[in-house]
């Protein structure tokens, strides 16, 4: 994986294509390459290992234009970040492809095309799919029988563009495990692997599903279904501009998600809610009948989502009264469990577009759930158009790889989830009209929090230094650490790590000495001075705290102990307005460590394998 832009048009595609990669760079990458077919029916390439303005650069000395062409920014998983590994892959000249995906029986390919005489230029599975299409098409197949063909002998995930040189105005899309979109112009015709690549030439949308393998022209295109059916896909418009990712005047995009936190809540709830009661239509049609027999919850997800879900799990059974179970969707979809009847199973995620979150939801359709509900930010995603049942949570774009308004928009929509379920375990109108209007506060006591913002640009100035951080909490806010702590690794590059503040004793407590800064979070709740008797353990052992606090509490920064006063709220909504400052804390960091804020190491935004 990682980014996906191709086109046939009348036009010159070079440009946009590479302004498509461009849009495409918050998803994370360390290679990215361009081949065209040219005028003269030749097949032009140029790679580079690094970003893309890398590749704009070499653009300049070297001609790569054409009517057709595919493109590519490459996350490694098969080889090495170079330029030998990075997409488009090519096959004697004719045939180039890119990839995202795994193909699982590579090694098996590669031998065979070994032995065929086949040379391989690369470490990487995705080169033996583009031999093999130019195989089938050595005996007299076209293109698209030659990709149909390839695609039955594929094993694993995949979503591919590709061109050949003897077929100019032919672009063959394929998509299993992957996303993949059509974006369908006037005269001209584009894939995608996310439609922001493409906003800047049409708003029109075809979203391949499972399976599907496409023949595109510059005037049209003819899907068929996994049987090698023709068939017919629905147009979608897209409600996005082409400038609804900018930064909008921040230094970053993460800057500008964390601040822009309020105005996404605002717009979950919107409609959401009516005179004190949740609207149960939100979660889609026949949500009603579906939640009167909700006896379980298995919530499912993958990293910051996985936190949303951890959180929720304290929510629904403390105040719905709901079993309810968390599990990260790799180790779920690989494990036996046992359905209990009347089990909801609910999966989160941003993109909607995660392998494993998808698989798991694919798995919990055939396991004896009474139901599927998906929590997710993209309205054409694979997982809204697979579950049974819908939330969107209206955060708009986010750029930035680590997410943050996409969970606080999570735990927004659980805790309309919880109150909706809660209703059937005794839940009383006043007592949910009590609930709602605490919900209905988040969006103030959010842009409260965004005021400690210079207080924690100040504190990130004593952990520019540091490689290690332990980040404490206890209850619902044990997973706001995970979160915390997941941020400042993510983009900074220190190890830290959670833990539950009652867990010190048994083993965290080894590491703590002067050099390690201890994070806690303290809302001032039922586990109050249980935490304080945790954080008086990191101060005997000359531990630096720095404690996220409800003023209320009167604690104050002493030796070793910085208290930074956040703001009293409601016990409910801590964990979502009480992960803000910890955002902060790990952009400053990382701003002063000199990070790539937007796009750290290693990382990806959408993970589209497993």
Known sequence: MCGIVGGVAQRDVTPILVEGLRRLEYRGYDSAGIAVIDNKRSLKRLRVLGKVDKLQAALKDTVVQG????????WATHGEPSTR????????????LVHNG???NHNKLRLRQSE?????????DTEVAVHQIYDHIKTGKDLLTAVLDTAQELEGAFALGVISASEPDRLIAARRGSP????IGIGETFIASDVFALLPVTQRFIFLEEGDVADIRRDGVAIYDAGRRRVERRISISQLSADSADKAGYRHYMLKEIFTQARAVADTLEGRTQEGRVVEDAFG???HAVFDQVRAVQIVACGTSFHAGLVTRYWMEGVAGIPCSVEIASEFRYRKSVVQPGTLFVAISQSGETADTLAALRLAKSSGYLDTLAICNVSESSLTREAGLVFLTRAGPEIGVASTKAFTTQLTAMLLLVVAL???RGLDAAAEKALVSTIESLPGKLNQALLLNDRVKQLSEQFADKHHALYLGRGAMYPVAMEGALKLKEISYIHAEAYPAGELKHGPLALVDEDMPVIAVAPNNELLEKLKSNLEEVRARKGKLYVFVDPSIGMQSANNVAAIETLSVDDLIAPIVYTVPLQLLAYHVAVLKGADIDQPRNLAKSVTVE
């Open 67 to 74: 009517a057709l062409g595919i493109a590519h920014t490459r």
């Open 85 to 96: 590994n990075a997409h488009p892959h090519a096959s004697n000249d004719c045939v180039a």
């Open 102 to 104: 795994i193909i699982e």
């Open 116 to 124: 065929k005489g086949y040379q391989f230029t690369s470490d990487t």
């Open 180 to 183: 993949l979109v059509i974006g």
């Open 285 to 287: 049609f026949g949500a």
């Open 422 to 424: 809660g209703r059937r």
